[in-house]
């Protein structure tokens, strides 16, 4: 059974960082490009980030380019999001989520808010 | 990036009804469309993908079709656990978007 477990979420202020994690289970992580998608409370959804099977290729939505960085570690079956400089409109859920185009499996969240 | 619009933003639909939900893209998507059905507190779920075709597990009351910029979902008979908010999202090139959302509802 795929699972995809984030973790790391949590209260920051504005201009603080955090680190999210996700642990893959029940395929094979490394042939899989992984997304970072995130859902304002009571809002629609945003794909922030992207990382191809190898790590070779990577991409950002305008709204995080510069302050977010996407990183995997095929050994662990590991996604990472870094997010720095982290402001108020960031406060989300933030899903990680298994790219088969589309997207096919997703994590059940982890809520970042970012308030002081 | 390309836009996603959906509509309507709220349908009320009664059990057993069908339900339409529509959306159009700002540019050509070709057929990398996909439907996901989200529940409150959960994550989406996947329906349908390359526009048109239903994912294994899912009813085959849920239909897509449209190519292009116009596509629609179709739920043929509403049963109690469809009603919930259905996003559409095109992959066609990065970065994806996702439309603001529909939320079916009872009547």
């Known amino acids: 059974e795929v699972q995809l477990v984030e973790s790391g979420g949590g209260l920051v202020k504005p201009g603080g960082s955090l680190r999210l994690s996700c642990a893959a289970s029940?395929?094979?992580?490394?042939?899989?490009?992984m997304k970072w998608v995130r859902q304002a409370p009571g809002k629609g959804l945003e794909c922030v980030s992207s990382?191809?099977?190898?790590?070779?290729?990577?991409n950002y939505a305008d709204s995080v380019k510069g302050r977010f960085t996407i990183s995997r570690d095929n050994a662990k079956n590991s996604l990472y999001l870094q997010m720095n400089s982290l402001r108020v409109e960031d406060t989300a859920v933030y899903f990680c989520?298994?790219?088969?185009?589309?997207?096919?499996?997703w994590g059940q969240g982890t809520l970042v808010t970012v308030s002081s | 990036e390309i836009v996603m619009t959906q509509s309507p933003a709220t349908l009320s639909v009664s059990p057993g009804e069908r339900a339409t939900l529509s959306c159009r893209a700002s540019?050509?998507?070709?057929?990398?469309l996909a439907w996901y059905q989200q529940k409150p507190g959960q994550a989406p779920r996947l329906l349908v993908y390359g526009a048109s075709t239903r994912v294994t597990a899912i009813p085959a009351r849920f239909s897509g079709s449209g190519s292009g910029t116009e596509f629609t979902l179709t739920i043929s008979s509403l049963q109690s656990e469809d009603f919930a908010v259905y996003y559409c999202?095109?992959?066609?090139?990065?970065?994806?978007?996702f439309g603001q959302g529909t939320k079916v509802q009872i009547k």
């Open positions: 990382i191809t099977r190898s790590g070779a290729f990577i």
């Open positions: 989520a298994r790219d088969q185009s589309p997207i096919d499996y």
């Open positions: 029940g395929f094979t992580f490394s042939i899989y490009t």
């Open positions: 540019q050509s998507v070709n057929s990398d």
């Open positions: 999202q095109q992959y066609d090139r990065w970065p994806d978007t």
